[in-house]
């Protein structure tokens, strides 16, 4: 949730000769969002304050007038006329109070649903073909025979089944079998050791189900609702991703500066719906509605929050370094950035089976969108609590781990070859035929 006291600032917002509201009205039209609400959300707040004003100064009028009552009855003098007075200032001081409720309501609703500022260093673009690439690291694999893609490899071997996941659920779920579920289960470990044992996270095990407080806090309520699972007989949701239950971690707590930086790396399953999405890959584990992934969480101070975005993206890729996948690194454009983020980078691997980079990991600086809407906060001394910076990245997604395996250690004879670094996790398994 953006600040509506910045829009109402007229500084220099970050030296961009703009001020916030201006910057702000050119971040919704880049995002592909009407400019316009920047106008309609400063006129409601002004004809909130304008109520809560004026119903300051009729509280001061039927003070005065009550006091004024007293001594007419002191005095035994008539007081019905300025009873009167007083009850028709009950009256107005109602009705303005009810108006003042609507329009914060009005405020808070259209708050909800305004994306984040994005970064003055965010690229402009309408969409993804405006990414810029930051780096690529590794060369994309070639072979002397025709690579295939990682569901024929995963069917002919049979360690990947989508017909018998489409009988017993429905499209987009898939049964891993042998070696395919054991290299699912060592990504998770190599990947929870990793981050845990030499960079520094905290391991955490999370909930699976959230309530409506925790999806609001993240940012996928309202406006990502449609996309979610929910349970019919109980107020929750399945994870999208363990953003939303280790985010809300610290939800309406206030910690101290002392302890920040707060890191923390956590596996869940996700669940999606993927609404929006229909015809796009529909073959394969690219886009399931249930798929396990390995998410790295930081509360950051302020002043920090974009030392840690670098560090937290770089532990993301040092997974990709180990598993010798070739991968490039790319900063989002403003039409293509997620609804949250302030900056954002996805890593994106290279799949040979389909001749293209593809997203396996997206490490955003949200700065105090979510945290202004979780209501976590860190203060410093003797000064008033602030708002921390959130920041999160896959560390990586696992199933799409699994098949940039499967496409880039592909033999001509259709089997595979395990990663070195996943070979003890495997129990010195080599090679999948």
Do not use: W
């Not at 070696?179 to 955490?204: C, I, V, W």
């Not at 707060?262 to 690219?286: N, W």
């Not at 997604?397 to 996790?425: C, F, H, M, W």
């Amino acid at each position: 949730m953006i600040d509506i006291r910045l829009l109402e600032n007229d500084s220099d917002y970050r030296e961009t000769g703009k001020s916030p509201a201006e910057f702000y009205r050119e971040v919704l039209k880049n995002r592909k969002d009407d400019s316009s609400k920047v106008d309609r959300l400063l006129g409601l707040n002004k004809e909130r304050k304008e109520a809560i004003t004026e119903v300051e100064g009729l509280k001061a009028e039927q003070k005065k007038a009550s006091q004024e009552i007293g001594k007419l009855k002191k005095a035994g003098e008539d007081a019905s006329g300025a009873m009167e007075a007083v009850a028709k200032l009950k009256e107005q001081i109602k009705s303005l109070e009810e108006k003042s409720e609507i329009k914060q309501n009005e405020v808070n609703q259209l708050l909800a649903e305004l994306p984040n500022f994005c970064h003055p260093s965010v690229p402009v673009g309408q969409d993804e073909e405006s990414n810029e690439i930051v780096k690529t690291v590794g060369e994309p694999n070639s072979f002397t025979f025709k690579a295939k893609e990682h569901h024929e490899i995963g069917e002919n071997l049979g360690i990947l089944d989508f017909e018998r996941a489409g009988k017993v659920t429905g499209a987009r779920f898939a049964y891993l079998k042998g070696p395919l579920a054991r290299l699912e289960r060592a990504l998770m470990q190599f990947m929870l050791d990793t981050h845990s044992e030499k960079n520094g996270y905290t391991e955490m095990l999370p909930p699976f189900l959230v309530n409506d407080s925790s999806m609001f806090g993240t940012g996928q309520l309202p406006k990502f609702g449609d996309d979610s699972f929910k349970t019919e007989k109980f107020p929750y949701y399945l994870v999208p991703t363990a953003e939303v239950p280790v985010t809300n971690y610290y939800r309406d707590e206030i910690l101290s500066e002392e302890e920040l930086p707060q890191r923390f790396v956590a596996y869940t399953p996700c669940f999606r719906s993927e609404a929006g999405s229909h015809g796009k890959d529909t073959k394969g584990l690219i886009r399931q509605h249930q798929f396990n992934k390995v998410e790295l969480m930081v509360f950051a101070h302020p002043e920090k929050s974009y030392e840690e975005h670098e560090r937290l993206t770089s532990n993301a890729e040092m997974i990709l370094e180990a598993l010798e996948l070739p991968y490039r690194r790319m900063s989002l454009c403003t039409g293509d950035i997620g609804f949250g983020a302030a900056k954002c980078f996805d890593l994106e691997v290279h799949l040979p089976g389909q001749g293209k980079y593809r997203e396996i990991s997206s490490c955003s600086n949200f700065e105090d969108f979510q945290a202004r809407r979780a209501n976590i906060r860190f203060k410093s001394g003797k000064n008033k609590p602030q708002f921390v910076h959130t920041l999160n990245g896959s560390g990586l997604a696992i199933g799409r781990t699994s098949l940039a395996i499967l496409e880039n250690y592909q033999n001509e004879d259709g089997s595979v070859r395990v990663p070195k670094v996943l070979q003890s996790y495997m129990g010195g398994l080599d090679i999948i035929k």
